[in-house]
């Protein structure tokens, strides 16, 4: 059968990666030029640190991947992929990468992202130069909105896929097997499309054994019993609260998240 997709695909990489950026319109006219970034520039401060995310997504017939990469203003790079139990389109596996680089940098506090992408189609539906036709497009415009919201601001830019290999190269490895790509990238599995609302059922929470440490350490509540106040203090030094959430400290293991029963 034709594929005549495929192939408009390949020229318009060809043209994007071979295109001297130094060209401008007036030295060749007929150029096919990167497009600019859009920013936020309203809210955007030089002076707050930036981080910087690449990402990626990719559906083929071995499967459903994204790779991103998040490097953070001193130049450390966190890597990280994810493979779909579920069958997406490009454009959808797009977003799911966006998606996750967000939910990620958003997790690690950072206040500004530069977002670099080589889809054109992701790009401009968030800066509005393109609309969202079907219902799939919509809803995954509108989580990306809800997470940019959490940034003081942001910039997005579209770049040449040969300047996005890193983020590329894991979105194929994560379609393609389900372990850990080598020793230090997490792999997650995502058993469902991001857009999919989740049942949320209301929990009654009372005091259980965390809430005299978590009182403690955000408030300095302690016990009127001198007794009960002593042990609270020795016991709460092995606990730590990051984000409103409780966390027991290890000497050689991560974190580990204080859970109640449910």
């Known amino acids: 059968m034709p594929r005549p997709v495929e192939k408009g695909q390949a020229i318009a990489d060809f043209i994007s990666e071979l295109t001297p950026p130094a060209l401008s319109e007036t030295s060749c006219p007929n150029a096919i030029l990167t497009p600019p970034e859009k920013m936020d520039g309203e809210r955007f401060d030089n002076s707050v640190p930036l981080w910087i995310l690449h990402m990626d997504g990719l559906a083929n017939q071995q499967g459903c991947g994204a790779g991103l990469v998040l490097t953070t203003p001193d130049g450390g790079k966190v890597k990280y992929a994810l493979r779909f139990n579920f069958r997406t389109s490009n454009n959808e596996a797009e977003y799911e990468a ?117 009182a403690f350490l955000t408030n300095g509540i302690l016990p009127t019993d001198k007794s009960q106040a002593r042990k609270l203090r020795y016991r709460s030094a092995r606990y730590t609260v990051i984000n409103d959430v409780l966390y027991k400290r290890g000497y050689t293991t991560p974190y580990l998240k204080c859970l109640i029963k449910e």
């Not at 219902?135 to 040969?162: G, N």
């Not at 058993?191 to 965390?210: F, G």
């Open 98 to 214: 966006l998606l996750a680089g967000l939910q990620l940098a958003n997790s690690m506090s950072a206040k500004q992202i530069s977002i670099h992408s080589d889809s054109q189609l992701i790009v401009n539906q968030i800066t509005a130069d393109f609309a969202a036709k079907d219902a799939s497009m919509s809803a995954y415009l509108s989580a990306a909105h809800q997470l940019l919201e959490k940034f003081q601001a942001y910039k997005i830019r579209q770049i040449p896929r040969s300047e996005n290999s890193h983020a590329d190269a894991l979105s194929r490895l994560a379609s393609a097997i389900n372990d850990k790509i080598g020793r230090k990238v997490p792999v997650e599995i995502l058993s469902q499309p991001s857009t999919t609302a989740a049942e949320v059922c209301t929990v009654r929470y009372e005091d259980t054994w965390m809430s005299p440490i978590y």
